[in-house]
């Protein structure tokens, strides 16, 4: 098992754990460090703040989802004694050999059982409750007609009527859209009214971002509601490759995206940049990684929300610099920047051939690159921006900008000038490509160099 | 009249709303110029069909076809976006190094935060970072906010930054604050200058010069004395600089930093009595 800090990093829940489980193993927390003969599973005691000591183990019986326990009463997992466990074998501490003990003997066999139960249930073809289906959809139908009637309304008044005794109001109809599981046209009228709230200073662009918005609802309605009505008509289940299903407040598991072919086996990815926002609308901090499928060079996301009400209980993504070997890796349908997600990963060290390969990938043309930005921006229901993997000649300035040159190209850039002249020139970068006042706009995330992948974002 | 002309207008409608659209003469009018140009291709001929019947008095269900015509207009307009074309620019050279330190966002991005945005318990953010000697500090893109972190409306925070920035870089992050170092301007100036006082003596000419030159604004030679402190070996240049026709707030600066000797002085002198 290849162990780095950043794999333990990614496996740890939040930054504190990945502190706090280094410093137990810097100051000789463990007072015995033991291993299985097989390499398998690592076990030690740890003190802690309490009397006895703590039994801590890191169980690698299957490489790619490592399970971590500790008889410690805090609720993270891992906790930070399993974290400093882990610090101890990237240390190269000594651990001796030791039989398996009895109650991880029981749990593995126990894991071992559900596994197998869980595998025999994916295998089944599942059958879904066709009534149970078509009442949720007649459900989201009715909730689509509300929203058509926020649309209307907004419409009719003008976009400034939201504010004042309409913000009450309709707070409590984006509320009510959870009981017709309409979760983004909820989102985004949740989303106009803090735009609105929010927005009060700059009326003009507010406005704009509000008729974003609410164009965005009209297309939602409009198809969504031609395409309840059929699959209600002919009772079908709306289980197919299409996008738009989440926009109607479809949810996929994995098990369906298995099922509809939308995984790949064996895939290594690698991540090209990682950012963290804060979502007001929602109150949600949202971790998305762009990573790069070093088989076929498609560029994917992943997309971790994380509530504040729920903070402490989901773990928190962070940056990773490995190689992610992903035996299973699942794929959300889409057109560009796909959302990708895996249950399971085995890390491994980025090389000089994994970035050769990612320079490969760049693309030499960037005028197709913008055709694809426009074909997939000019769709309301699509996102706002596209990130490509593109070669550059060099960046410029002139009074106002700086500019990314790709041959007789100039793309406006938000970078500034000082951090790339902290940097060594770069083969290719990855920019988020998007449109403002009719301009081509690009954030840039990352450059790749012949030897490393240098983010200028996280 | 062209199509961004109307996306403007038909914009403009849906804020106002389109209850009012029948009173709407700019977007009659943009309309009508628009039907003008509607034969040059087939998508300018349906926008103007998708648009038409807002002109027409009789038509029902006006807002429906606004969201319409500005779902449609908006996809073109998205379709028509061009790259920029600067006139006259100047190449930025990168020519670091390839080892560029990097760390994970759960390492850095509470600095990050605490450097780039406002709001209060970030600088305490920074300062327990310096204290714990975490190797933040090390990762380049850190230390371009720390840079823009010496100049920050929170003075305190500035001054922290400054020490850091000149701690933890030394020499290099001097020379860098001392380069276009502008003697006659105020708050910036002032900033680098109370940044490359944590250089100490060292920098004494430095100070000296500033602090003699009765071109330099009021505000960085009252810097550049604050930052003589260093040395009481200063004091007689000090004195010799009281004598001259200098800004009051200079000479209650010299007053400042003598009384601050003084203080020095008889804190020394308790010590080691008390050694004694």
Known sequence: MNITEDYIASLAPNASAVTNGKKISKTGGFVSLHKSPDSTLYYGECSGSGKSLYSTSVDFIDEASPVCRCSCPSRQIPCKHAVGLLFEILSGKTFEEGEVPEDIAKKREKKANAEEKKKERESKPSKPNKTTAVNKMKKQLEGLEIVEKFVDEVITRGISSVMGTGLATYLELAKDLGNYYLIEPQNIILNILYTMKKGAKEPEKTNELVLKDIIKLHSIVKKGKEFLKDKIEKKELPAEDDAFLEMIGFTWKLTQLKELGLYRENAELVQLSFDVSYIDSRSEFLDEGIWIDLQTGEISKTENHRPTRAMNYIKEEDSFFDVACVPELCIYPGDSNRRVRWDKFVPRNLTKDDIMKIIDFASTDIQAVIKNVKNCIKNPLSTDSVVSLVRYDKFVRDDKNVYIVCGDTYIATDVSENMLKKIPSAECAVTELYIQDGKICANVLSVVTDKNIIRLKY | MNIFDLQERLHNSAFVGAGIIGEDFRLKKAIDEFGEISSKN????????????????????????????????????????VTAKPEETTEIEQNAEDNVVMLRRSEVGAVITALTTGGSGRYQIVKNAYESESKVFEDYRVREYLYNGIFDQYSEMGILCGEIFVKKFGKKAVEFLK??????????????????????????????????????????????????????????????????????????????????????????????????
């Open chain 2, 42 to 81: 087939a998508v300018f001929t349906k926008i103007y069909q998708l648009v038409k019947p807002l002109n027409d008095d009789s038509t029902e269900d006006k807002k429906k076809i606004l969201l319409d015509a500005i779902t449609f207009v908006d996809a073109v307009c998205a379709t028509l976006a």
């Open chain 2, 179 to 276: 380069k276009d170092f502008d003697k006659k301007g105020r708050t910036e100036s002032v900033r680098k200058l109370q940044a490359i006082s944590f250089a100490g003596a060292e920098e004494n000419d430095f100070y000296k010069s500033l602090a003699s030159d009765s071109e330099t604004s009021a505000s960085v030679r009252c810097a550049a004395v604050n930052a003589m402190r260093c040395d009481r070996e200063n004091r007689s240049f000090l004195e010799a600089l009281s004598e001259e026709k200098i800004p009051a707030t200079l000479a209650t600066e010299i007053k400042y930093t003598f009384a601050f000797w003084k203080r020095q002085e008889e804190e020394e002198k308790k010590k080691q009595a008390e050694n004694k």
